[in-house]
């Protein structure tokens, strides 16, 4: 799997980013299909994501340090201004807000939500 990064194109438009980053659509089609142009919801973002054909875990697991994460997850992170989602895949932090990073964006609470690929995918 092959992540392209996609920026938010507001400081509401998180999840729809890192749906798109993962499932290779633009942010407003995203935001047309969940019918939502503002703060996702954690069940919106499962529903996407196994609608798309991935398996997402049920269980939400607080991580201290980046070794704890598994190969492809979304997050969870308490962040200085809001809660915001981002993504961590094959050791690279996709964060649509911050760009690119080798580590977590700072945050106070980190968690996460293992994906994985179906066969096909």
């Given at each position: 799997?092959?992540?392209?990064?996609?920026?938010?194109?507001?400081?509401?438009?998180?999840?729809?980013?890192?749906?798109?980053?993962i499932l290779?659509?633009?942010?407003?089609?995203?935001?047309?299909?969940?019918?939502?142009?503002?703060?996702?919801?954690?069940?919106?973002?499962?529903?996407?994501?196994?609608?798309?054909?991935?398996?997402?875990?049920?269980?939400?697991?607080?991580?201290?340090?980046r070794?704890?994460?598994?190969?492809?997850?979304?997050?969870?992170?308490?962040?200085?201004?809001?809660?915001?989602?981002?993504?961590?895949?094959?050791?690279?932090?996709?964060?649509?807000?911050?760009?690119?990073?080798?580590?977590?964006?700072?945050?106070?609470?980190?968690?996460?939500?293992?994906i994985?690929?179906?066969?096909?995918?």
């Amino acid at each position: 799997m092959k992540i392209g990064y996609v920026h938010e194109p507001d400081d509401l438009q998180c999840g729809q980013a890192v749906l798109a980053m993962i499932l290779n659509k633009e942010v407003r089609i995203i935001a047309k299909e969940l019918n939502n142009w503002r703060e996702t919801t954690l069940m919106e973002m499962k529903s996407a994501l196994r609608d798309g054909g991935f398996w997402v875990s049920d269980q939400r697991v607080q991580v201290i340090s980046r070794e704890e994460l598994p190969p492809l997850c979304f997050l969870s992170l308490e962040t200085p201004r809001c809660w915001h989602w981002s993504l961590f895949h094959d050791g690279v932090f996709y964060d649509p807000e911050h760009g690119v990073l080798d580590d977590f964006p700072v945050s106070a609470r980190k968690y996460y939500w293992e994906i994985r690929i179906k066969d096909g995918k």
